[in-house]
């Protein structure tokens, strides 16, 4: 596994200097071998100057939050970070690869949670590259390997957990968003880390039932809900009872047998749970009539 090594390169305003000076030191040479006529110092003095050209084509740019990896003949010689203007070796062969936070959305996946489900899902993952030794020689394409790792760890994830909770304290997708966006994070890490590429931040942009079971599912969630509803009614309602009972038994006002106790339980509780508001009766006779 090749590891990222950074490079120093000298600055490429002093080497313009340098080559500039030596550039007319070259034409001079040239100019006086001309005059006296010297074949020998006039050659000399044209491979001096092609020199300078070829030493001219090491300089290149480095801009900020941007890496140059540097190769001769193949072999890896480095990382360039420095921004500015730089000069290598000219025979230096120079790549250029962003180390900027990038993000990608991977497209909506259709895949069964594990419940059997079909959902659709899918994410945002924030990423940057921080070793670009591995970014360059460890994969082929290292953009689309992020694209086809995130996307294959947004799937695996799906049919780990289901889509809602069936009990308390359930993992689900869509009820522990952070739980499931730190296990995205921490599964998409380690798929990229062999790439030399950091997961910033990773998290489902859309989650939602496949359209051909959407219809029913809704009509369970609804149904679930007013279930859950119907409970908190039933509990309060049986606490509102309760505490009439308790009142009437200690004010001593009234005296209810069993029977009258249970009939005054039920009308309550008629009139508390009952999805519409109830048609008081009035009894103008005794209690017992």
Known sequence: MIRESERQAPSGLGAIVVLLVVFALCAYAFREAVRWESVA??????????AVVVAACGLFVVNPNEGRVVQLFGAYRGTVRDPGLRWANPFFTKKRISLRVRNFESARLKVNDTDGNPIEIAAVIVWKVVDTAEAIFEVDDYENYVKVQSEA?????????????????MVSLRGSTAEVAKELKHEIHERLAKAGVEVIEARLS?????????????????????????????????GMVDMALDLLA??????????????????????????????????TGTLYQ
């Open 41 to 50: 110092a006039g050659i000399a003095a044209v491979l001096c100057a092609l």
């Open 250 to 283: 200690k004010s001593q006002r009234v005296h209810l047998d069993e029977e009258r106790k249970a009939a005054m339980v039920s009308n309550l509780l008629v009139v508390l749970c009952a999805d519409r508001e109830a048609q008081p009766v009035v009894n």
């Open 153 to 169: 760890a947004v799937r695996n994830l799906a049919t780990r957990y289901p889509y809602d909770a069936h009990e308390e304290h």
């Open 206 to 238: 859309h989650l939602a039932y496949a359209s051909e079971i959407a219809a029913a599912m809704l009509r369970r969630q609804q149904a679930g809900a007013i279930i859950a509803a119907r409970q908190k009614i039933v509990e309060g309602a049986v």
